[in-house]
């Protein structure tokens, strides 16, 4: 039967150093998010019944457990456990830095007249929709990289840092392309006065959205073969498959809306009626095709 497996007892050793790491990482996220809101995680879930903080902190989770996937491989870093604890150990703690600056991002250049942090604690179920979506669709970005580049250290953190980037700056695009639309329909008002006035539909479209958008783009990683000559090079090509892939994930959703949804007035029922039914179906249109996208290339 061992002839079947390929999990050998070689490499047991790595598999349970990953495990131990990664859940080390994963039950610290609801402490590490109290400390980053400056408030108690257990006052907010156990005595508020904070649903949106119990919903930022799900996303986190999720977000820090995707990027986890893209280094507890257990594969045999160099046949050196502490060369695994450091790999899997540092870059964990780089993906919970990342996401916690992937916040304070958020709310300077996506909503700068709108504090996510804020609505979050008053309770803004919409908010946390919108920053468990932020986390996540990052999350998925930075995944994609990591498991295109080789099992290199330096390799991994320039990779690392450069997904990031490449991350927030489609992020950023596909929050400017979605407040532009919305704009368009509601003569000149801004994204953000939605969110703050809790419409939980237009949040889940966006963020289904976002992280319909950070599906597509991990297809560049079977698109653009690595290499470690000339990385940075290597990165602008990847990032310039991923705004192509940006483009096509948008204009085959709007196809796709169009004939899915056909007889309903979108904007009418998510932006106005705040018609979660349709939101959510939108954001499943996203979402499927981004995985269509990455299943076809990645």
Known sequence: MAEYLTLGTDILPFYLIDFVIAMLILTGIRWLSGLIANVSSTEELAHKDNPAFGISIAGATIAISI?????????????????????????????????????????????SKLSIHD????????????????????????????????????????????????????????????????????????????????????????????????LAVTGASGIVKFSADNLWVLMAVWALCAVVLFVVLTVLAVISRNIILSGID?????????????????????????????????
């Open 67 to 111: 990027v986890l996937m893209g280094l507890v491989t257990g594969e045999e870093s160099g046949s050196d456990p502490m060369h695994e604890v450091m790999l899997v150990l540092v870059f964990g703690l780089c993906g919970i830095a990342l996401m916690w600056l992937t916040r304070i991002l958020f709310d300077h250049l996506s909503f």
């Open 266 to 298: 979108v904007a009418e029922e998510v932006d106005n009626q705040k018609n979660v039914a349709v939101g959510v179906i939108e954001a499943s249109i996203y979402v499927a095709i981004g995985l269509i996208l990455s299943g076809l290339l990645g």
């Open 119 to 214: 609505e979050m604690m008053k309770g803004n179920i919409a908010a946390s929709i919108v920053d468990a979506g932020n986390m996540i669709a990052t999350a998925i970005i930075i995944k994609a990289i990591m498991g295109w580049v080789d099992n290199d250290f330096v390799s991994s953190l320039i990779a690392l840092c450069g997904g990031y980037i490449c991350s927030q700056v489609l992020m950023v695009a596909a929050t400017i392309y979605r407040s532009k639309v919305y704009s368009s329909r509601h003569n000149g008002e801004p994204l953000h006065n939605a969110i703050e006035a809790g419409n939980s539909a237009l949040a889940l479209r966006f963020s289904g959205y976002r992280i319909g958008i950070a």
